[in-house]
Nanobody, 125 residues
Framework: VQLVESGGGSVLAGGSLNLSCTVSRYRESSYYIGWFRQTPGREREGVATMHTAGIRQHYADSVKGRFSIFQDAADNTVYLRMDSLKPEDTAMYYC????????????????????WGQGTQVTVS
């Protein structure tokens, strides 16, 4: 299984970025894809997740109303649209996958996810 993130960069506060996560070599067709972030010295935290059925989007309170997770199923790509960015959103952002039926409740707990990408840096100043 391979997850590759892209789209990170530097942006001014109030700006926007669109992260993407492309999944390949995953035999499962039913799974959750989540976005997580981590800064040095802090634990990794969940930001947003959704099921590949296109449902059960779930967000951390800190990003509700500002971030949006969506997918392009044809390209096996999940996006994280980030608007109204704040300096505290600065972090390395990772996407991760966990096999699951769509009926399972979404989770933002990193320990629940099995496969991880290498991350993409987001810096807000």
């Amino acid at each position: 299984v391979q997850l590759v993130e892209s789209g990170g960069g530097s942006v001014l506060a109030g700006g926007s970025l669109n992260l993407s996560c492309t999944v390949s070599r995953y035999r499962e067709s039913s799974y959750y894809i989540g976005w997580f972030r981590q800064t040095p010295g802090r634990e990794r935290e969940g930001v947003a997740t959704m099921h590949t059925a296109g449902i059960r989007q779930h967000y951390a309170d800190s990003v509700k109303g500002r971030f949006s997770i969506f997918q392009d199923a044809a390209d096996n790509t999940v996006y994280l649209r980030m608007d109204s960015l704040k300096p505290e959103d600065t972090a390395m952002y990772y996407c991760a996958a966990k096999s699951s039926g769509w009926a399972a409740m979404p989770t933002l707990s990193p320990s629940e996810y099995t496969f991880w990408g290498q991350g993409t840096q987001v810096t807000v100043s």
